[in-house]
């Protein structure tokens, strides 16, 4: 029964350097921007007129909404 709380030294320092490695590339560029490529085809088409927004493509309540959002909160 000892054997099973023994702690395995290796093993405890290696999942501190994994967490340590994990925080460090999750902090690292956080307060960077960045934008995935439906946020960016979003972010043109709601910059168009209505009527584009409307007879284009895509559903769009979604985008009336958020060409709204955009014209009165900005994009950040």
């Known amino acids: 029964m000892t054997s099973f709380f023994k702690i395995n030294f290796k093993a405890y320092y290696l999942l501190l ?6 925080i460090i590339l999750r902090v690292y560029g956080l307060s960077e921007q960045y934008y995935w490529f439906d946020e960016l085809v979003t972010l043109e ?3 168009g ?3 584009s927004i409307i007879s284009g493509p895509r ?5 009336i909404i958020a ?3 955009i014209e ?3 994009v950040s």
Do not use: E
């Open 59 to 63: 559903p769009p309540l979604y985008l």
């Open 67 to 69: 060409h709204f959002w």
């Open 72 to 74: 009165n909160f900005g």
């Open 49 to 51: 007129s209505l009527d």
């Open 17 to 22: 350097v994994v967490l340590f490695v994990g």
């Open 45 to 47: 088409v709601t910059q």
